[in-house]
């Protein structure tokens, strides 16, 4: 078998540097939260695929699942030939967003896909244009997503001009300095300065922001929209692609909320590690496109759909919720200890819903100036120790932490012992 840096060597004659690598490991096998690679090293899974394995790599009821649809059929594209899967998924997923009302789904590929589509149902629904997003948000690496995506590099440069009327406001951070008066008071001088509101078709939002550092939009601030969007017509969209499913102890963010959003995007856990992505939504918008506006060719794949309604199987049989609870826990309680610890680099800023933990190292004890170079030193020994772990935000110094819900507490504590060790180097 070859080594990890032969396969690294054919890699980068083959494919394409836009593609990046958080790691230079080549995975061979891997088990719920654990990961095995061509050389026989054995890895914890903090990083489950970027927020896609919350049950875990290859759960045995999702395997089984999959192996039985396989054995029915691979594809027909739901649009010449409907299956039930789909159907039968899209039900469950009505009756668990929290949306009040009727409500339809449609099925997609990709995270891209699915907030790519909401707007296109907001603007079939609305008959407007323009979109308003957030600085530090992340909805994908399509022309419409990167234009939505509030972070140029590495999602916007040198790609061209980004597409037109789509408005960015600064995501409210306060130590960032940025509330949440700051938000609105921006989001008015949009409307003041560049377009009406009777412009815009939709706000898409994150409830909480993944690339841009795991932070939660405060409730008041998800109110004021919620607010703006009844009184103006403008489709509210919260972009759950990496928070739904299990990840911040309920089964969407949007549950940690006393408003509704209109559409609701799913990707990544949905699938259990297959690609599925989709937006959910109240009926009425979600049925203002014409038929033949949405869909694709590999939409709602029968396999992914089968993978789907067994996770949706294992969250209930497993009680992953709980779980979900129960491993934030664990994680922010260790690292509260490393806070305290005096030989290991200084973090700060400990944060997070459910298992959606992270938080920032500084380069002085009780400062805030960010140290994107040691975090960078941290998921390099992390790697190089046996931990996947992944960085993020809009300084580049959080580190986050999204281990599978199903990991058992002895594989999440290996981990978190590799951790402490890199914040030692």
Known sequence: MPTNAELLTRRNNAIVRGVSHATPISAARALNAEIWDVEGKRYVDFAGGIAVLNTGHCHPKILAAVTEQMQRFTHTCFQVLMYEPYIALAERLNALAPIPGALKTAFFTTGAE???????????????????????????????????????????????????????????????????????????????????????????????????????????????LRQLCDETGIVLVADEVQTGFGRT?????MEHYDVAPDLICVAKSLAGGFPLSGVIGRAAIMDAADPGGLGGTYAGNPLACAAALAVLDVFEEERLLERAAALGSRLTARLQKFHLQNNLLPIDRIRGLGAMV???????????????????????????????????????????????????????????????????Q
């Open 114 to 224: 699915a907030t790519e589509n909401a707007i296109k149902i907001a603007r079939a629904a609305t008959g407007r244009s323009g979109v308003i997003a957030f600085t530090g948000a992340f909805h994908g690496r399509t022309i419409m997503a990167s234009a939505m995506t509030g972070k140029v590099v590495p999602y916007k440069k040198g790609l061209g001009p980004v597409l037109p009327d789509v408005w960015h406001v600064p995501f409210p951070v306060p130590q960032l300095g940025v509330s949440v008066e700051d938000a609105l008071k921006y989001l008015r001088f949009i409307f003041k300065a560049d377009t009406d509101a009777s412009r815009i078709a939709a706000i898409i939002i994150e409830p909480v922001q993944g690339e841009g550092g795991f932070h939660q939009a405060p409730p008041e601030l998800m109110r004021a």
């Open 249 to 253: 102890a309920k089964m969407f963010a």
């Open 358 to 424: 992270a938080f920032d190292i500084v380069r002085e004890r009780g400062g805030a100036e960010p140290d994107a170079d040691a975090t960078r030193r941290v998921v390099q020994y992390a790697y190089e120790n046996g931990l996947v772990l992944l960085s993020c935000g809009t300084n580049a110094n959080t580190i986050r932490i999204l281990t599978p819900l199903t990991a058992e507490d002895t594989v999440v504590d290996d981990g978190l012992d590799i951790l402490e060790a890199a914040l030692a």
